[in-house]
């Protein structure tokens, strides 16, 4: 009975954290934390900017009558203020190893066609596992990216960088990573039916022997 109980047990913890999993690992991915007066932009210093590293981060909320691709608002990617080198902001979050992982991100130009970035996600010791020149912008109209990586580490991370000079282009917004693998609601309500009927037999007390 007890070897029984634990493996229920345990089975049921894999699937509550393979669920919990499932939940969005970037934080702020819509660049909805530092809230923009409406019809306006400003820039922020990476480390102002929750979750994210790297070189500046300029946050629009519907400038020039261009709505965000989700919630208010949206990042350039080539932001004001002095840089030095290609302008570049990542971010990590926790991963398991073997674990294959959903990403996706929008993206649109602000004046050309011809603005381009490159994305990365790399391991712990930041060895790319997947690399793409984003270069398909269409002005002022949001496209969305989407590929799947198998994490190596405990640990992956998202790198954005332009791939053009000056405070101008790349506007981005939506990004996102989620677990690939989720159990189905169907198999949760199976565990928990198991759990019950295992409660049941644990709690039912046996007849007393006849004398």
């Known amino acids: 009975m007890k070897n029984l109980v634990k493996n229920i047990v345990l089975t049921g913890a894999m699937m509550v954290a393979s669920a919990s999993a499932s939940a969005g690992l970037i934080v702020n991915g819509s660049f909805e934390n530092n809230d923009i007066r409406n019809n306006s932009w400003s820039w922020f210093s990476s480390d102002q900017v929750d979750g994210w590293n790297g070189s500046n981060v300029e946050i629009w909320d519907s400038l020039q009558n261009f709505a965000s691709f989700d919630g208010d608002q949206h990042a350039e990617l080539n932001a004001h203020g002095p840089n030095q080198g290609a302008w570049s902001v990542y971010q990590s979050f926790m991963t398991v190893a073997n674990q294959s992982y959903d990403v996706s991100f929008a993206y649109a130009s602000r004046r ?91 709690n039912r007390k046996p007849k007393d022997k006849a004398n």
């Open 112 to 202: 050309s066609s011809g603005e381009a970035f490159l994305f990365e996600i790399l391991d712990d010791t930041n060895n790319v596992l997947f690399s793409q020149l984003i270069d398909d912008h269409l002005q002022k109209s949001w496209q969305v990216f989407e590929t799947q990586f198998d994490a190596v580490s405990f640990q992956s991370t998202l790198r954005f960088t332009s791939q053009n000079r000056g405070s101008y282009g790349n506007f981005l917004d939506a990004v996102d990573v989620s677990a690939a693998e989720v159990p189905e609601p169907m198999t949760l309500v199976m565990l928990g039916a198991g759990l019950f009927a295992l409660g049941l037999r644990v």
